[in-house]
């Protein structure tokens, strides 16, 4: 166990509608991270936030959106969905202090499925 | 930008055997970070191992450890002594952010490990 956690565990949903994907990271954590893994492009960055604001954008589509709150978890809203936004979304959180490297700890992941 | 790739997408070895993974990598940064990371049949994301490019020695964890060629941007995983836990998913993944702080990780295609009984 990691300590991220993420929730819902699945969630199943039609094209054109919303969701929103809900991370806790760490104790203690300021930075979490979104990934989205699917079968055709792998496993890639979305966007990382760092004691609430954007910290940096990866290949995150317009349709998507997040954010960090107060209480450091954060949410992923994913809107106008189409078929091919199925995917496992990860959520990572480190520490992220400025003078040495934070090892990302992943969390369990949400299996979205868009039909 | 910066790219990682797994030329092998499968592999299969008998348990206790030593197997390699392969990875490679191209940045133009002097300073970044490169990873392993194991994802089993239950999907979590499990880091097994890092690499400092400054550092010139190879990081070792146990049975796990890496041949890091800096100058060929190599970068591969020796599993010894490999169990049927070692089954998995194998994931090379690189951070080249500046100043060394955490960012965006980029990851390879995969490599499937399976460990025959």
């Known amino acids: 166990d990691s300590g991220v956690t993420q929730t819902p565990k699945h969630l199943i949903t039609a094209t054109g509608q919303r969701v929103t994907l809900r991370c806790s990271p760490r104790s203690g954590d300021l930075s979490v991270y979104w990934y989205q893994q699917s079968l055709d492009q792998g496993l890639q960055f979305l966007i990382q936030y760092y004691n609430g604001e954007e910290r940096a954008k990866g290949n995150i589509l317009e349709r998507f959106s997040a954010q960090q709150f107060p209480d450091l978890h954060s949410e992923l809203n994913l809107s106008s969905l189409e078929l091919g936004d199925s995917a496992l979304y990860f959520c990572?959180?480190?520490?992220?202090?400025?003078?040495?490297?934070?090892?990302?700890?992943f969390g369990p992941g949400t299996r979205l499925t868009v039909l | 930008a910066q790219t990682v790739t797994q030329s092998q997408p499968e592999m299969s070895v008998q348990e206790a055997e030593t197997v390699t993974l392969s990875c490679t990598y191209d940045t133009s940064e002097n300073n970044y970070y490169l990873f392993w990371y194991k994802q089993p049949p239950s999907r979590q994301m499990i880091l097994v191992i890092r690499?400092?490019?400054?550092?010139?020695q190879n990081a070792t964890e146990n049975r796990f450890s890496v041949n890091f060629q800096k100058a060929a941007k190599s970068f591969s995983l020796k599993i010894s002594d490999s169990q049927l836990g070692d089954t998995a998913m194998y994931f090379c993944a690189f951070d080249d952010s500046p100043g060394g702080g955490a960012d965006g990780l980029t990851f390879g295609k995969g490599t499937h490990l399976i460990i025959q009984p």
């Open positions: 690499q400092e490019a400054y550092k010139q």
């Open positions: 990572a959180s480190s520490v992220e202090p400025a003078s040495s490297y934070n090892e990302q700890f």
